[in-house]
């Protein structure tokens, strides 16, 4: 059976208010999911342009009306008005705008973080530092320890690992089975909070291996998405137990910190072009290299 995803928009994941809407937004996966309450009087040219700037509303919005209308203008003078169990694809370029005395109340699946200005397309790449995780003989582990025994030890390694990510700025995406994916601001953080996850996952004899990649990535909801984030995973898959490997320009940017690397050569990625230079971050930096 596929998985299934659930939410309800009456507990969301985020609440955003801007003058005279409200919208709750629920993640399910890729897919952002809102509904808007649109107040009597609003127009996005009012109440959403000071904020945001643009002459029009630059968002595509699929969605349904629940209650209310909603009524668009567009550049060339032309109008639409939607009502109650209307369902719409609203193209780029527009004025929405609450009509007569009765709020709005909408549902979208397509152009919801994107109307106010969240990031949206190209706006949402961004430069991060990517820490991929993952328990090494995780499965014959499982099997020596018995399902209930392996989920409550799995269950104490990831609570520190937590602890560790709040300690050092990451921000965790998702947990990919034993592993973990997260995203630091700065590649020595990444770096500190590699060596105290294995220093933890030591503590509890679980060996791991760890990569730690620089690049853009895509922002969709909480998730990351691209290029960037497959070549972080096989950097990790290509670490031995307990190694952190790290890419070339991971090294280069965090040097400067004193942090101590060995060079572990060149390697082949299945699906990636040319070669890829790789080093094991070995040794924090000692007293005298340390920085505030």
Sequence with gaps: MAEVLRKS?????????????????????????GRMVNDVGWRWSK????????EWCQARHV?????????????DGTSVVFEAGDVFDLPPGHD???????????????????????PTGIRSRVLATLLFTDVVGSTELATSL????????????????????????GREVKTTGDGLLATFDGSARALH?????????????????IGVHVGEVELVGEDVRGVTVHE???IMAAAGEDEILVSELTRALAGAAGLVFEDRGTHT???????????????EPGPEHVRS
């Design 96 to 118: 929405g705008y609450t009509v007569g005395d009765e709020p709005c109340v909408q549902v979208e699946w397509a152009g919801i973080r994107a109307f106010a200005g969240f």
């Design 146 to 169: 018995g399902d209930g025994r392996w989920r409550e030890l799995l269950s104490r390694y990831f609570e520190e690992v937590r602890h560790e990510l709040e300690r050092f700025g």
């Design 232 to 234: 972080a995973a096989r």
């Design 269 to 283: 990625f299945k699906g990636f072009d040319g070669e890829w230079q790789l080093y094991a971050f070995v040794a």
């Design 193 to 209: 909070c590699a060596a105290a996850i294995r220093r933890r996952a030591g503590s509890h004899d679980l060996g791991v291996r």
């Design 9 to 33: 928009l009456d507990r969301p994941d985020e609440v955003v208010e801007f003058p005279g809407v409200r919208t709750e937004l629920v993640e399910l996966g890729d897919l952002t999911v």
């Design 63 to 75: 969605g349904i009306i629940l209650s209310g209308r909603l009524g668009i203008d567009f550049p």
């Design 47 to 54: 109440d959403i342009k000071p904020t945001v700037g643009g």
